[in-house]
C-alpha cells in the first residue's frame, strides 16, 4: 500500500506545505529589518510554553503560541523603549525560554525526552486538531504578510521614512513580531522549534540570490520553502530519514545552488548592459 494514502501522511503533507509557505513569507520582513536570529530566539522561548503544557497536562501549541506572542511583543517593546537593545532581548529569550522549557519538563517528569518531538519536529504525530489550527494561523500569516506587504516592506526598509509617510510603523514593529512569533509555534511540528529559523531565513537568503525585487523575492522565497517541505518531507518517509533535518539541509542546498545562479544572472546583465550602451553611443556619420 503505498505510504501517501495514510491519513496521517496527507495530513503531515498539508501541515508541510503551509509551514513551507507561511515561514519564508514573514521570514523576508525578519531578514529585511535584520533580525534573522528573531526566530531562533522565538522557537526557544515557545520551548517555556511547551514545557508549561508538558506540566499542565495541556495541548502544546496553544501554550506554545501563547508563551511566545508575549515574549515578542517584550522583545519589541524593549527594543522600542530602548531599555535593551536586540541582541540582548534575544539573548533573554535564547536561554530563558529554554531554561523554563527544560525545568518545567524535568517537573513533569519527562525531561528534555519529552521535549525532542517539538525541538526537532515530528511532522507524523500531527493531528486533525493541530491541523486545523496551523492551516488557520497560517492562512492569517500569509494573508496578512502579502496583503500589507508595500507597508510592511516600508517600516523594515526605513523606518523613519515609513513615519514621514504617515505609516503606523510601531504597530507594523509589533504586527510582524507577532507573526514570527505565530509562524514559530506553527512550524514546531514540522522542522522543530530550534531549526524554525532556517526555514524562515534560508529560502529568503535563497530567493534574495535569484529574483530581483522585493515583491519577486518574496513569492520566489515561498515557492522555494513550499518545495523543500513537500520534498523533504516525502523523501524522509520513503528514505526513513528525520523530515525537519532534511527540509532544512534542502533549503540549504537551494541557497548554495542560487550562488552560481546569481552569478551568472549578474554576468548575463551586465552583457546585456554592455551591448546597450553600445547600440545607444555616438555613430560617426
Known sequence: MDLLSFAFVQRALIAAALVGLSSPTIGTYIVQRRLSLLGDGLGHVAIAGVGLALMTGSAPLPWAVGICLVGALLIETLRQRGRATGDIGLAVLFYGG?????????VAGQGAGGLSSYLFGSLNTVSSGDLWIVGGLSVIIIVIAIGLSPQLFTVCADED???TLGLPARLYNYLIVVLAAITVTCAMRTVGLLLVSALMVIPVAAAQNIFHGFKAGLWGAMLIGLIASLGGYVTSIYANLSPGALIVLITIAFFVVSWPISALLHRHSRHIGSLGHIAS???NG
Open 98 to 106: 529554554l531554561a523554563a522549557g527544560v525545568l518545567m519538563a524535568s
Open 161 to 163: 521614512f515609513a513615519k
Open 281 to 283: 553611443g555616438p555613430t
